[in-house]
């Protein structure tokens, strides 16, 4: 199964995936926070502080206790599905010459 290895949340709610199949993708987070327990994802301050990978997925430790099973995560085979392909935003496209 496809895992996630990493993430960064942005302030608009979207999240840079890293798989680990070596895709990255962007997740259009935003409409979580509209639904159920995912609407305290709607503080970006709470948004932001708390989103990490737990259960080799997105996730966030809104108790901030790092335990798995109090996270709010998300099936990585739907992410994997909901989120568009992109570059690697921490790629450094500057070459420095000596």
């Known amino acids: ?32 926070t509209r639904r159920g327990v995912f609407q305290q994802l709607s503080d970006i301050k709470v948004f932001m502080e708390t989103c990490t990978v737990m259960n080799n997925t997105l996730a966030w430790d809104v108790k901030r206790t790092m335990n798995p099973e109090e996270c709010l995560d998300l099936d990585p085979i739907q992410l994997f599905a909901e989120s568009i392909e992109v570059d690697d935003p921490l790629e450094n496209h500057q070459h420095i010459s000596s």
Do not use: C, T
């Open 1 to 32: 199964m496809n895992s996630v290895l990493q993430v960064i949340p942005r302030e608009d709610f979207h999240v840079y995936v890293y798989f680990s199949d070596g895709h990255i993708k962007l997740y259009d987070a935003s409409k979580l």
